[in-house]
């Protein structure tokens, strides 16, 4: 592999939405969702003749991609822009967290509400982690959760960033929790959704203080357990989406400003309907039937019967192949499809 190719190589992702089959002897594509999508089909251009193209963005600003067939526009401020570089692509405005699944992340009221105030962010300098330790260390009479993992598994910078947090912590804000924080790798993190929802659960709100990302999965999982999330105000536009007075609260990324969100946003819990909102405006039920109509629309324009109705995904990092492992479901796929008819289970 020509990892030079690449924008980050590690970060390469890949998920196979629906497998390639064959009807009456003629290929009927499957639909793969990718990100470096330009470099990924400069090494395998006959990806795109088995499969229709998603882009997974993931990221503020704007998409990369300029092949592909179908790309989901996570910043919105970049719309007309994708659109003038990707002409023949089908845009939706939707990011991987819209996809968050509505029926893993729900209320709990069997869990018992043990915290105040949780965070879930990687051990970033850009995650701003000591804002979140700087208003908990303030607030004693409160309780607080962090929860962190690794954009690269552990370098030296992160582990360096978590001894300063955890550090400062210890001396000045012993009211946060921190369950992992043994742990200097993914391999030790338990992030399925069903154990996410229970942490959710265990909290009253959410508290971002990225300084930037995408929309954040994070938060989107708050939105549909029914807790609302507060957010910088400085944010790129995707980490603002979906946050208005029914779902969470702007701050000032001050630590007086974050102190002040948290004690008014506690004080009136009762006011916000979060999970009401994802149900009416995004989600896996919101959001999948695009994916479907979209994706449906390219295998008509194609010709081909096969269609995607069955077609389900999360938007989780945990339901895509990373690195290397996307890189063997790259070439596994082209091995078994790109020649012959392929040995697969028809598509109906």
């Not at 939706?92 to 043990?114: H, K, N, R, W």
């Not at 970033?124 to 954009?151: D, N, Q, T, Y």
């Not at 007086?256 to 819990?269: A, F, N, P, V, W």
């Not at 990092?317 to 596994?332: P, T």
């Amino acid at each position: 592999m020509k990892n030079d190719k690449f924008y980050k190589p590690s970060w390469i992702s890949a998920a196979v939405l629906q497998n390639p089959c064959y009807r009456n002897g003629v290929l009927q594509k499957g639909a793969i969702i990718l990100n470096q999508v330009d470099p990924v089909l400069d090494l395998y251009p006959k990806l795109s003749d088995i499969f229709f193209i998603v882009e997974r963005h993931g990221w503020f600003g704007v998409n990369e991609a300029t092949r592909a067939d179908l790309m989901l526009v996570e910043d919105l401020s970049c719309w007309e822009l994708v659109a003038r570089q990707s002409p023949n692509s089908i845009l939706l405005d939707v990011g991987p967290s819209d996809f968050v699944d509505q029926d893993a992340f729900i209320p709990s009221p069997e869990i018992e509400t043990t915290y105040d105030v949780i965070q879930v962010s990687c051990w970033s300098r850009r995650k701003r982690i000591e804002l979140f330790i700087e208003a908990a260390a303030r607030m004693p009479e409160l309780s607080f959760v962090h929860m962190g993992h690794f954009e690269n598994n552990g370098s030296n910078e992160e582990l360096e960033y978590k001894r300063e947090c955890l550090e400062y912590a210890k001396n000045y804000a012993t009211n946060i929790y921190f369950p992992y924080e043994n742990v200097d790798d993914n391999d030790g993190l338990n992030h399925s959704k069903t154990v996410m929802n229970q942490w959710v659960n265990r909290a009253r709100i959410g508290v971002l203080t990225t300084q930037s990302e995408g929309i954040n999965r994070f938060k989107m999982e708050c939105l549909a357990a029914n807790r609302p999330c507060l957010v910088p105000n400085d944010v790129a536009t995707p980490t603002r989406k979906h946050i208005e007075p029914s779902t969470g609260v702007f701050y000032t990324p001050t630590v007086d400003d974050l102190m002040e969100s948290i004690k008014g946003t506690l004080d009136r819990i009762e006011e916000f309907r979060p999970r009401e909102y994802v149900l009416n405006v995004t989600g896996k039920a919101n959001t999948l039937p695009k994916l479907r109509r979209a994706l449906n629309e390219l295998a008509a324009k194609r010709g081909q019967v096969a269609g995607f109705d069955a077609v389900s995904w999360d938007g989780r990092n945990a339901s895509l192949a990373w690195g290397e492992e996307a890189v063997d479901l790259i070439e596994e796929n082209l091995a078994q499809h790109a020649h012959g008819k392929p040995q697969v289970v028809e598509a109906y």
